[in-house]
């Protein structure tokens, strides 16, 4: 069943959101793909390094801002800045989970699911 998290459990969450967006792992995957896949047409030291460079920071703006390493992949083919991630929430009375701009059925309110965790009974 669904059971809301306590305030240590949000702060841990928290904690690890931080960790993960200053993390450099993933923007340097991104930047070493990019910069290869720019070596099938230009083979050429400066555009490998400015192609790395660039790519670089920009999935880090991406990853530290929209939480997206890709997310000015996704904006250039998508040409939407923020794609639709849909987010789920719970209802507060009956803990049925639904989208989060749904309204439960039971008047509940829609909480979003960082606040909750799900336990086995
Ligand atoms: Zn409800």
Redesign the pocket.
């Known amino acids: 069943m669904w059971c809301k998290k306590t305030q240590n459990e949000l702060r841990i969450d928290k904690i690890n959101k931080e960790i993960k967006k200053k993390d450099i792992k993933t923007p340097t995957v991104v930047a070493a793909i990019a910069s290869c896949v720019i070596l099938i047409w230009e083979q050429t030291v400066v555009i490998f390094c400015s192609t790395f460079i660039i790519c670089f920071f920009l999935s880090y703006i991406g990853q530290v801002f929209f939480n997206d390493p890709i997310f000015f992949v996704t904006w250039i083919f998508s040409g939407n800045p923020t794609p639709d991630k849909e987010q789920f929430g719970i ?6 989970t ?1 989208t989060m701009n749904n309204t ?5 309110e ?1 909480e979003s699911i960082e606040y909750w965790k799900w336990v086995d009974d």
């Open positions: 209802c507060i009375k009956c803990k049925n639904y439960c059925p039971c008047g509940g829609i």
